[in-house]
């Protein structure tokens, strides 16, 4: 299982760009990268996917460097709704690979006024 | 679509009572997972299934806690005695199959979370 690495913690002001990175160091060929949103007293929600390259969606960009060792999820302009904690994922998202979705502690981003 | 349904949200018992949880997944999603989430381990998967059938249930933490899959829209997970360090939250999750030509649909839906404590 390729196993992620995130910083604990994040603080940030409203209105910045805010870049969490992730270290997978042992990412397989067929393995995707993931990032899922978790507010206080919910569940965990689908951000962004991707391979490699660069994802952008409505919500978040998503950069990972040639050799995918790691990615760095993006989000511009961040609010006060965005303190949540950030779940970097690696696995195969199909087939009979599912247990390979660990969640980890994730990030925990606090936004200030 | 209502989403992954849990209930109940809140459930407060005695040590050694017995507690299930249940889990209602999206129509048509063949995965369904069970997490427990705690500040101290952060998001454990504790089984999932495929088609109704266990696949791993290596995050079960013991004998106690035990889960089942009657049929694709309904799945249970129960403690049995429960004790005060099964106090967490509880989330079932579902997904649909995929492919690798159809990757852009994996994501993972999960319900609220079944809010447990064991005094």
């Known amino acids: 299982l390729a196993k992620t690495t995130q910083p604990i913690s994040m603080d940030s002001y409203e209105g910045q760009e805010v870049n969490i990175t992730c270290s997978h160091n042992?990412?397989?060929?067929?393995?995707?990268i993931t990032w899922y949103q978790q507010f206080p007293s919910q569940g965990p929600r689908f951000i962004i996917q991707?391979?490699?390259t660069k994802v952008t969606n409505e919500v978040a960009s998503l950069f990972i460097p040639a050799d995918r060792k790691s990615s760095t999820l993006s989000l511009p302009r961040v609010s006060l709704s965005d303190t949540a904690v950030y779940y970097c994922?690696?696995?195969?998202?199909?087939?009979?690979?599912?247990?390979?979705?660990?969640f980890g502690k994730g990030t925990k981003l606090s936004v200030k006024p | 679509d209502a989403g992954v349904i849990q209930s109940p949200r809140h459930e407060v018992t005695e040590m050694g009572q017995e507690v299930t949880l249940r889990c209602k997944p999206i129509?048509?999603?063949?995965?369904l997972f069970w997490y427990r989430q705690t500040m101290m381990r952060g998001l454990e998967l504790l089984i999932y299934?495929?088609?109704?059938?266990?696949?791993?249930d290596s995050g079960m933490p013991e004998d106690r806690f035990s889960a089942k899959m009657p049929n694709a829209s309904f799945s249970t997970l129960k403690i049995q005695p429960s004790e005060p360090r099964d106090s967490a939250v509880y989330f079932c999750?579902?997904?649909?199959?995929?492919?690798?030509?159809?990757?852009?649909?994996?994501?993972?839906?999960f319900g609220e979370g079944s809010w447990l404590t064991v005094v």
């Open positions: 999750a579902s997904r649909p199959v995929n492919s690798p030509t159809r990757v852009s649909g994996n994501t993972i839906y």
């Open positions: 042992n990412i397989a060929t067929n393995d995707y």
């Open positions: 991707g391979y490699k």
């Open positions: 994922l690696v696995g195969v998202p199909y087939g009979g690979s599912q247990g390979n979705l660990i």
């Open positions: 129509s048509g999603h063949d995965y």
């Open positions: 299934f495929n088609n109704n059938v266990p696949i791993d």
